[in-house]
């Protein structure tokens, strides 16, 4: 007996709901030769149509528009240009290249907003691109994308199972069997990478939320210590602690001593996926730390965040989530695909890490607005007991 989709034998078809009615009818539009032809040539929606083929062709060309972003950077055309607008010959000869594919470049990224032309035969720098020079957080953020770019060559093997090397050699613990067992030289990459990136979601993290009311802070997967960092600025009543690997905790002391934090951060070695987390904090932060975790091992390191809180002890969570109103591709489509590549973690949704969060014992589970959500969002829970 065959059996599909034609084979249901007296099953009737689902009823559509009128909004999945609606869509059906826009895909056979919009999937026709003929009403593409007449939209393009129709006034009303000839805009509508144009800035379709526009957003189409955008996710063609992404990787290109990415690269172009990538080799500005590399040849720091930005802080050249930030420095004042200049010619062609002065800046080919500043970046090494040819004039032929400085111009080209110049042209690319004046294209994407980056740098744009000005009197006289020179370039400046672009409204999109004086908003990201000198940000070396974001600029060590691009550099290491050339790792996962080699993995995302094969997307289709990266799927299914095949692939993911090179990421995941950049974030060894998310592989590692013990990674406790970690040495410097393996996790210098990434927790480099991270203390360059942490201020600018130290900062929408510390505006959003109120610390006055709190006595300890215990800062959990805190890399080098950035975030803490941040906070005895913000906070200088609190008490601060933090935790990560052993061969992080190192890296940690040494960049907190050399702030003059050495006295006021308690910093602390292990594996918090596997050991008891310390004692003594009436606040807990994880910062871009649960979505590198799969659900598994996020739930069990929510428990032992319940278990190491006092009674109405509050944790925040803080990082990208996938339901970001304007940033939906970021949640499912780059973290989705970046995660998997890196071999551990996914996006989620405020409702899946909250759902997570009331798992683990936790109440009164909230969202707390941030500037700049694309950055990180934040959960604000207490522990019940």
Avoid: K
Wanted: charged letters at 20%; one cysteine or more.
């Amino acid at each position: 007996m065959s059996i599909g989709p034609h084979a249901t034998r007296g099953a009737a078809e689902p009823r559509l709901s009128l909004s999945d009615a609606w869509r059906e009818w826009r895909n056979r539009c919009l999937s026709s030769p003929a009403f593409r032809r007449w939209a393009a040539s129709f006034w009303p929606t000839r805009g509508v149509a144009r800035r379709h083929a526009a957003e189409a062709f955008d996710l063609v060309a992404g990787f290109v528009y990415s690269q172009v972003l990538a080799a500005a950077m590399q040849l720091r055309l930005l802080e050249r240009l930030h420095e004042g607008p200049a010619d062609l010959h002065t800046l080919a000869r500043a970046m090494a290249l040819p004039e032929a594919s400085a111009e080209r470049l110049l042209a690319a990224c004046a294209a994407l907003g980056l740098a744009e032309a000005r009197s006289g035969g020179r370039w400046g720098l672009g409204a999109r691109g004086a908003a990201l020079v000198g940000d070396a957080g974001l600029t060590a953020m691009v550099a290491h994308h050339a790792v996962l770019y080699r993995d995302l060559a094969d997307p289709v093997a990266l799927l299914r199972g095949g692939g993911g090397a090179q990421l995941g050699g950049y974030w060894p613990y998310a592989r590692a069997a013990d990674p406790t067992q970690l040495d410097d030289t393996q996790v210098a990459r990434y927790s480099a990478l991270m203390t360059a990136s942490q201020p600018m979601v130290a900062e929408q993290v510390l505006d959003a939320v109120d610390l006055r009311g709190s006595r300890c802070l215990l800062d959990l997967g805190g890399g080098e210590g950035a975030f803490v960092q941040a906070v005895a600025a913000h906070a200088p009543h609190l008490q601060l602690m933090m935790f990560d690997l052993p061969a992080v905790a190192d890296r940690a002391r040494q960049r907190l001593a050399a702030q003059g934090l050495a006295a006021r951060v308690q910093v602390h070695g292990g594996d918090f996926l596997r050991q008891p987390l310390p004692r003594g904090a009436d606040v807990a932060t994880l910062v871009r730390v649960v979505h590198d975790h799969d659900d598994q091992a996020v739930r069990a390191l929510l428990r032992a965040v319940h278990a190491a809180l006092p009674p109405a002890g509050r944790l925040l969570v803080a990082e990208p989530m996938a339901d970001t109103a304007g940033a939906t591709a970021m949640g499912d489509a780059y973290f989705g695909l970046y995660l998997l590549a890196m071999g551990s973690g996914r996006p989620r949704s405020a409702a899946s890490l909250t759902q997570m969060l009331v798992e683990a014992g936790f109440v009164d589970v909230r969202r707390v607005p941030t500037r700049q959500p694309l950055l990180a969002g934040v959960l604000q829970c207490f522990a019940r007991h």
